[in-house]
């Protein structure tokens, strides 16, 4: 059983920039969670996908997007980058039900600069 | 709003010595209680799901328990290794799987 997995570990980009995170749900999960988790904060709910739709989402302005593929993996993207997008970000992937564990992956380190 | 609050902030133990972290939350319809352990620059790893005050669950070194106000994670005999910072997430009756996080507890334990 492969866990999840997230691409690149770590990426630097210029203020202003847009930008893609990758994740690979762990096998047999069929909804994926994305978290932004600043230094020294507990992770921060961005928004949820299941059935490749958004069914849920944090206090995120627009220009955090993502995408939910066929095969349950999933990207975040993330438009005109700021200082304050620095930060770990985290996909989760769950069975869908009304409580599931989520299990995370290793986190994608972005720095904007 | 739902608000999850952890003490204390951080925790010195000499291997050995037990203690516990507690979690107190305020929630509108709980549905589950997290407890993780994150490693520097790594992912939260699952630990415990708690649904419903009384519960208990064990693995190891490691015992959580839940009451409708808080949660304690106690940790029996630390080892250096059970370092890391542990986070507790409610899920609440949103009808999405949304975890609220609180800021965590790093644990030292030295040996």
């Known amino acids: 059983e492969t866990g999840v997995t997230q691409s690149p570990t770590h990426l630097i980009k210029t203020r202003g920039q847009q930008v893609t995170l990758r994740c690979s749900s762990q096998?047999?999960?069929?909804?994926v969670s994305w978290y932004q988790q600043a230094l020294g904060q507990g992770p921060q709910f961005i928004f949820q996908?299941?059935?490749?739709?958004?069914?849920g989402r944090g206090n995120f302005p627009p220009r955090f997007s993502g995408l939910q593929f066929p095969n349950y993996s999933s990207e975040l993207n993330v438009n005109a980058l700021e200082l304050d997008d620095s930060a770990l970000y985290l996909c989760?992937?769950?069975?869908?039900?009304?409580?599931?564990?989520?299990?995370f992956g290793q986190g994608t380190r972005l720095t904007v600069v | 709003e739902d608000q999850v609050t952890q003490s204390p902030e951080a925790l010195r133990l000499q291997e050995g010595e037990s203690s516990s972290l507690n979690c107190s939350y305020t929630?509108?319809?709980?549905?589950?209680l997290f407890w993780y352990r994150q490693d520097p620059g790594k992912g939260p790893e699952f630990l415990f799901t708690?649904?419903?005050a009384g519960e208990e669950k064990e693995k190891e070194r490691l015992k959580a328990t839940l009451t409708k106000k808080e949660s304690f994670l106690h940790i029996t005999a630390p080892k250096p290794e059970d370092s890391a910072t542990y986070l507790c997430?409610?899920?609440?009756?949103?009808?999405?799987?949304?975890?609220?996080f609180g800021t965590g507890t790093r644990l030292l334990v030295s040996p």
């Open positions: 989760a992937s769950s069975v869908t039900g009304v409580v599931a564990e989520a299990f």
């Open positions: 096998s047999g999960h069929n909804t």
């Open positions: 996908y299941y059935r490749e739709e958004e069914n």
């Open positions: 929630v509108s319809g709980l549905r589950g």
């Open positions: 708690l649904y419903s």
């Open positions: 997430a409610v899920q609440a009756g949103s009808g999405f799987q949304k975890l609220v």
